[in-house]
């Protein structure tokens, strides 16, 4: 019997699923998600993005057996399970989404494809986000965006029945997070997988949370309300990008039109759906830039001069710096902090510490149950000061402190220490005259100090830094290979804006959301 393997990747969901309908259309289906060792392997996989896609994979299980399909989870390397079904049921076609990944997932797509053509098998990837396969053509690209974004949303065929496949063995259970290599701990707090809970959260951010979003979203504190937190469900595909972004043109033109600050709110955040593409669109036209400068005119700025007590001063939240090191610690509970609060991150490890982009994003993607790749490392870029195209904004951590957190609600809350600082020493802790640690019980600087000694002068180290990166950018070999990478990844502000007049297309049949 000839039939088609569904291989469900980063979209874990059964609605507006393009390559299921299409292998629904051309037969019976087998619906497999594999486990691939290899994977779980890579140094940015971690336990709460295991654990997280297990949760996914309970909801898309149930989805798929509410319509009379099965879903099957293999344990194995995708090449070697579809080697391994294909000779004991040979089979005529892969659906997929098209994935945008890591390296390694990258190369594994590569062996699929060897193995299709090898055994005449074809592999039919469907796009699943405006992100073009290979490299795009920077101008038409909001237009094609938008062209995707606006087309119906796939349904299923109104069969009673599908027709299904079974597995020709019996699957053991999927292994738990240690038996694949991975030790770090779950995150107590982190959100939970799976589709119902993405859509309860859409739901509640698009009928009213999106009122706080512009001009909530900075705050470390406020942002946890104000932001979607539609983040990890989007990079696992439990939602589609297309059904959300339907659903806020929905709300948008609806017959109660939200008020202006809620309407700010919602196209603030539809923005953000535009650059969730326009950054996985860099990493997929050049996939080096997981590994490499984007701009190779900065080689060597920093690999030479890795610092290890810099770089573990980071990664354990005792910079010293309370915002930083509050966040540190936020991250290791829940997975997630606000943008700004990220970006602050790097920065600090970029300049004042002067770390390399590499060994921080690879820490950072284990902490970011988000972590999608194509936003992951051209942000670790852009805030580093690598891809040679964006502005270099630095932030102060000290400044941030004062703008976001001036009574000092988000570190009193993350760093218990914090709470006997009275609020004349919030900011620069460190400065606090023995006399008074003693009286507040605390104990700053040493090594098993209540609060550490930030291990560099911030405002010199920043000094030096910059004055280092601008040297750079000034050569001439430097200034140069601008207009080359502006070409292929920079984003084109006045194709979007005329694209955005473009009339939203909303089937509000197929908006389950509203
Ligand atoms: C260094 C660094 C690393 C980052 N790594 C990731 C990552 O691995 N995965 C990830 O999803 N986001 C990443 N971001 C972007 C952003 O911080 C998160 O998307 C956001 O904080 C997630 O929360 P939310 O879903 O509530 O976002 P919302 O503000 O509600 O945004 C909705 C969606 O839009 C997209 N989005 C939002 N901001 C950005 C942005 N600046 N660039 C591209 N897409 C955006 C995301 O898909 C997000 O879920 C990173 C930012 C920085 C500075």
Redesign the pocket.
Known sequence: MSYSVVWFKKDLRLHDHAALRQALDAGPVLCVFCVEPHLWRQADASTQHYRFVIECLRDLWSELRSVGLKLHVVTADAPDFMERLFAASPFKRIYSHQETGNGASFQRDIAVARWCCAHGVAWHEVPQFGVQRGSANRDAWSRHWHGHMSLPQSTLPTASAHDTVPLPWVEPPPPDALTLGLQQPDKPRRQAGGRAIALQLLRSFIADRSRQYRGG?SSPLRAVDA?????PY??WGCLSVREVWQAVQYRRASEAPPAPKHLAGLNA?GS??H??CH?IQKLESEPSIEFHNMHRGYDGLRESEHKPEHFAALVSGRTGWPLVDACVAMLRETGWV??RM??ML?SVAAYPLWLHWRPVGEW?ATE?L???PG??WS??QM?SGTTGINTARIYNPIKQARDQDPEGRFVREWLPAMRKVPDTWLFEPWRMPAEMQLRCGLRVGGPDADIPTPLVDLERATRLAKIRLFALRAQPEVKAAKAAIVRQHGSRTFVRKRAGKVPPVAVPAQLELL
């Open positions: 979203i932001c979607s937190r539609s983040s989007l990079t955040f953000r759906l650059w969730h950054f606000n943008f990220r970006a790097v950072l970011f988000d972590y999608e936003i992951h942000q670790m805030q």
